[in-house]
């Protein structure tokens, strides 16, 4: 069964943001560019404190910069 997904607009948040690099957002919200390179991809989920502090750092509500994308497929629960 496929991982649920959580999605995310901070690419479009960052060049909103007047080309926010991905360093500088790193250093607001205290993690690596790695990490962020990461979220950004989907490859990563973060915790909820640091979706929180990366929103905060954009001025948006959590829900303006990650959506969760429940998996598909075979044994997945509807709701």
């Known amino acids: 069964m496929k991982q649920p997904t959580i999605a995310n607009t901070i690419r479009k948040l960052r060049f909103d943001a007047g080309e926010m690099t991905q360093q500088a957002l790193a250093d607001e919200v205290g993690v690596t560019r790695q990490t962020i390179i990461a979220i950004e991809a989907s490859k990563y989920s973060p915790s909820l404190e640091l979706a929180f502090r990366i929103a905060h750092a954009f001025g ?8 969760y994308e429940p998996p598909r497929g075979r044994g997945a629960r509807r709701q």
């Open 60 to 67: 948006q509500p959590l829900e303006a910069v990650f959506s």
